[in-house]
T-cell receptor
Framework: QKEVEQDPGPLSVPEGAIVSLNCTYS??????FMWYRQYSRKGPELLMYTYSSGNKEDGRFTAQVDKSSKYISLFIRDSQPSDSATYLC????????????FGTGTRLQVFP | GAVVSQHPSWVICKSGTSVKIECRSL??????MFWYRQFPKQSLMLMATSNEGSKATYEQGVEKDKFLINHASLTLSTLTVTSAHPEDSSFYICSAGDRGRIDTQYFGPGTRLTVL
């Protein structure tokens, strides 16, 4: 079993839709949860960063962490064609903060 | 934001040759640099962590004699794939950041390596 599971998609939605991206994990020691966006042929860029459980909002993006269910989500409101990219979740246990465990990424396409 | 560059962006080489990939932090000094490998439809997998002026720490299963990492300065780390084979073909991505600051890892654009 992989430590982090993420549906690879692709996920195709119309412009303006609400997008829900999810990851599940098996390691209960994970405390830091990140979402990265990766455009084609580019490196990942950090979108959201949360510690422990709860919600965090930044503009059109909301990250949710449910540690009891070992489940994290990223919601994108009013999705735009420019949001088309691969979204990667990443996690760390906090004891070795250098090491991030990534999901496989979900490819999102927002069509006009 | 912080910028990390990689060179080359893509490289094709013959089996048995060595390939060097550079990772540079352009506008900040990185105490730590990380090297990842990403196979198609798979996760980014951490290969090694390097700190300036010291030996790299390799993840389990990564051959340190095959993937040579040099972190000579606070702005430059290099990864050399020695005696490359077709199974080494992959997307190699570096990141640079402050040790212990998990939200300040900045990723380079990646290097696509194809070994014929």
């Amino acid at each position: 079993q992989k430590e982090v599971e993420q549906d690879p998609g692709p996920l195709s939605v119309p412009e303006g839709a609400i997008v829900s991206l999810n990851c599940t994990y098996s390691n209960s020691a994970f405390q830091y949860f990140m979402w990265y966006r990766q455009y084609s042929r580019k490196g990942p860029e950090l979108l959201m960063y949360t510690y422990s459980s709860g919600n965090k909002e930044d503009g059109r993006f909301t990250a949710q962490v449910d540690k009891s269910s070992k489940y994290i989500s990223l919601f994108i409101r009013d999705s735009q064609p420019s949001d088309s990219a691969t979204y990667l979740c990443a996690m760390s246990d906090g004891y070795n903060t250098d090491k991030l465990i990534f999901g496989t990424g979900t490819r999102l396409q927002v069509f006009p | 934001g912080a910028v990390v560059s990689q060179h080359p962006s893509w490289v094709i080489c013959k089996s048995g040759t060595s390939v060097k990939i550079e990772c540079r932090s352009l506008d900040f000094q990185a105490t730590t640099m990380f090297w990842y490998r990403q196979f198609p439809k798979q996760s980014l997998m951490l290969m090694a962590t390097s700190n300036e002026g010291s030996k790299a720490t390799y993840e389990q299963g990564v051959e340190k004699d095959k993937f040579l990492i040099n972190h000579a300065s606070l702005t430059l780390s290099t990864l050399t794939v020695t005696s490359a084979h077709p199974e080494d073909s992959s997307f190699y991505i570096c990141s640079a950041g402050d040790r212990g600051r998990i939200d300040t890892q900045y990723f380079g654009p990646g290097t696509r390596l194809t070994v014929l």
